[in-house]
């Protein structure tokens, strides 16, 4: 079974910077796409980045200036750099990668949490 293990969350302040990771336990080119996911207390999860198996990347409208999406194939790890964080960033953020088929597997997640 694939596993997908994030780290890199905790709490910064407003305006700060986070790296979270992924590294994936079979080599990345398994999945056809892998992205970053949050879901904040209340609220439905959401897309934040993803990335293709080709390096296409895609962003929330949210994200879109502030956070990167990369990968490093040789490391089987997927990062978000995240810049400039506000408060509404504050969530639990998953790394999700989908085999080709649709195949969901999805990391246990780790706390953002940015501060005013």
């Known amino acids: 079974q694939v596993q997908l293990v994030e780290s890199g969350g905790g709490l910064v302040q407003a305006g700060g910077s986070l790296r979270l990771s992924c590294a994936a336990s079979?080599?990345?080119?398994?999945?056809?796409?892998m992205g970053w996911y949050r879901q904040a207390p209340g609220k439905q999860r959401e897309l934040v980045a993803d990335?293709?198996?080709?390096?296409?990347?895609n962003y929330a409208d949210s994200a879109k200036g502030r956070f990167t999406i990369s990968k490093d194939n040789a490391k089987n790890t997927v990062y978000l750099q995240m810049n400039s964080l506000k408060p509404e960033d504050t969530a639990v953020y998953y790394c999700?990668?989908?085999?080709?088929?649709?195949?969901?597997?999805w990391g246990q997640g780790t706390q953002v949490t940015v501060s005013s």
């Open positions: 990335i293709s198996s080709g390096g296409r990347t």
């Open positions: 079979t080599t990345i080119f398994s999945f056809t796409l």
């Open positions: 999700n990668g989908q085999l080709f088929g649709s195949i969901s597997y």
